[in-house]
């Protein structure tokens, strides 16, 4: 996924010109608008103080993901809003130009960027593929409750009754390249009659 530059002498881009992308930065970092202190907001609910969104930031969160979707989606992965410090956190592979966009769309919020280990568009093959195959693990044994592929781009999460045979059945017949993750689920306990009219004594 990384990309080498070799650069000659003499053939160097032309001044102010910029490669078309590159591995951005890793490791994490924040834009510009996380310097300053950003106290929450709430709503009343029913006499009780519930923390908000600002109105600002969940604009920046929807141009962020409505960009990450279209035009980054080879390192978008997701986001998540920490409404208690005003704050977005966005997971994404490195990449240079999506870095940037970033920055443009944050304004003078606070966005929170961190390195993701797959973007969306992978893990949603992946999500696919076992979804696909629930007939195919019902049959051999192996109860899968859940399946997710996470926001913050480190795999699909599989929820299993079985999880040591899923831990080695799934890899076994994925690759053990597949993005996979696994814990252990209780199975699913439907209400006893979910239907029932209440009672009026």
């Not at 923390?51 to 960009?67: C, H, N, Q, S």
């Not at 809003?81 to 970033?102: C, G, K, L, T, W």
């Not at 966005?111 to 195919?136: E, N, S």
Request: aromatic share 6%.
């Amino acid at each position: 996924m990384l990309g080498a530059v070799l650069v000659i002498g003499g053939c160097a881009d032309p001044a102010g010109e910029r490669p078309a992308d590159g591995p951005g930065l890793t490791g994490g970092w924040s834009t510009a608008g996380c310097e300053f202190l950003r106290l929450p907001e709430h709503m009343a609910v029913a006499g009780v103080a519930m923390p908000v969104t600002p109105a600002k930031l969940e604009a920046a969160m929807d141009r962020i993901d409505r960009a990450g979707r279209a035009e980054f989606a080879t390192s978008y992965a997701g986001l998540e809003v920490d409404q208690e410090n005003a704050r977005a956190i966005v997971h994404r592979v490195p990449s240079a130009a999506f870095d940037d966009y970033i920055r443009r769309a944050a304004e003078d919020t606070c966005i929170v960027v961190r390195d993701a280990a797959h973007p969306a568009t992978d893990l949603a093959v992946w999500h696919d593929r076992v979804l696909a195959d629930l007939d195919f693990w019902t049959h051999s044994g192996v109860r899968i409750v859940s399946v997710g592929a996470r926001h913050d781009g480190a795999g699909v999460e599989i929820g299993t009754q079985d999880l040591d045979r899923a831990r080695t059945e799934l890899p076994a017949r994925y690759g053990p390249e597949a993005p996979l993750l696994f814990i252990q689920e209780a199975p699913v306990r439907p209400l006893a009659n979910p239907t029932a009219t209440p009672r009026v004594d």
